[in-house]
């Protein structure tokens, strides 16, 4: 690991600790995307009340610029959701980022390895467990089920 990828994975983490208790279900989720040249190009934490998730937030942020970045995310990106939307890991792959890193595995039956399979087949996953231990406080309270749509 960097110091630039845990600075990264740092600022995630204050995203998401800033939403704590105001995502209803979902879990806190903060998402940083870089450009190759290392300017952060687009961030976001998850919305309150859930939605939108954090990584569709730092997407349309980044907006093109988004291709050929560097993802950090507090907690695997979904790999389907409950609304039917397109899931965040279809989202980061249509988006041409080359690469995210995740701090945390999400226990929910929307994501629960489905995410980072999608990553993987893409060929976009990057390290997982990058800062975990500092960022699994914020999913201590966290209890996915079947409604939440992560």
Do not use: F, K, W
Request: a negative charge; hydrophobic letters at 45%.
């Amino acid at each position: 690991m960097t110091d630039a990828a845990a600075a990264h994975m740092r600022r995630a983490i204050a995203l998401a600790r800033g939403q704590l208790g105001l995502t209803g279900e979902n879990p806190a989720v903060g998402c940083v995307i870089v450009s190759g040249d290392g300017a952060v190009v687009g961030e976001g934490a998850t919305a309150q009340g859930g939605r939108p998730h954090a990584e569709e937030i730092a997407l349309e942020q980044a907006g093109a610029a988004a291709s050929g970045a560097t993802v950090y995310v507090t907690l695997e990106p979904c790999g389907a959701r409950s609304s039917g939307a397109l899931a965040c890991a279809d989202r980061l792959a249509a988006a041409g980022v080359a690469r995210v890193h995740v701090a945390c595995r999400d226990a929910s039956p929307y994501a629960d390895g489905r995410g980072l399979a999608c990553l993987a087949e893409a060929g976009l996953l990057g390290e997982v467990g990058l800062l975990a231990d500092e960022a699994a406080a914020l999913y201590a309270d966290y209890r996915p089920s079947g409604s939440a749509s992560r």
